[in-house]
């Protein structure tokens, strides 16, 4: 069976749900410990024209958060076993390069300072993300990475969704506003996504049968 084709054997929910929490956890994990632990100094990257123009905005927290939260429930959607098996080969390519960039190039970004009247819920949703990520392991961004892999795989299980389920992207300038990531760590994580979907056959046009039978099953 091609990547992307309908499998006629829908896996069931549960199975889904443990596979998504582990691939979730597994990754979470080692993007942790090695923003932690840097193999050398970090490089300091660049602030470019496109970064300034973009700037520094505290109340962005709230939809950088969301962008991290959508992934594992457009993942939830992936209901055919080859198809789900082909996003998680595209995922494990892509977020496997993007560990070797961190491991072999560290780089860091200098964070703004959070300011004093900040409310007391968007003071909590900062001081959770400063406590949990460390401004290391910037380039490539794993942040657009996941979503750009997800999204490509729930397009090819639900055909009708290709409307809509780009409106994720609208988010991907949160990592610049919130200075998570500069401008160049976006485009990076894009190109090792893209990759990663190459690698698993997902970037192929789906043949017409597969994109019908997915569509009558939505």
């Not at 300091?44 to 905005?57: F, M």
């Not at 429930?73 to 080969?89: C, I, S, V």
């Not at 990475?145 to 809509?164: D, E, G, K, L, N």
Request: net charge positive; glycine share 6%.
């Amino acid at each position: 069976m091609t990547p992307g084709a309908t499998d006629a054997r829908p896996l069931a929910f549960g199975l889904r749900l443990a596979a998504v929490l582990a691939v979730v956890a597994v990754g979470s994990l080692l993007y942790l410990w090695i923003n932690a632990h840097p193999t050398r100094s970090p490089a300091l990257l660049p602030v470019t024209a496109l970064d300034r123009a973009i700037g520094w905005h505290a109340w962005t927290i709230w939809p950088y958060w969301l962008l991290l939260c959508i992934n594992p429930f457009l993942a939830l959607g992936l209901r055919d076993r080859a198809l789900l098996r082909a996003a998680f080969k595209a995922y494990a390519v892509a977020m496997g390069l993007n560990m070797a960039i961190w491991l072999a190039w560290p780089t860091r970004i200098v964070r703004h300072a959070l300011p004093d009247d900040l409310g007391g819920a968007t003071r909590a949703a900062w001081d959770l993300l400063y406590a949990l990520d460390e401004p290391h392991t910037c380039f490539p961004s794993g942040h657009i990475t996941i979503p750009v892999v997800v999204m490509v795989a729930f397009a090819r299980q639900h055909p009708a969704s290709r409307p809509w389920i780009w409106l994720p992207t609208l988010l991907f300038p949160t990592i610049v506003s919130t200075g998570q990531h500069y401008a160049i760590d976006l485009f990076a994580g894009i190109a090792t996504a893209a990759v990663g979907l190459a690698w698993a056959g997902l970037l192929r046009r789906q043949p017409r049968a597969a994109t019908a039978v997915a569509m009558a099953r939505d």
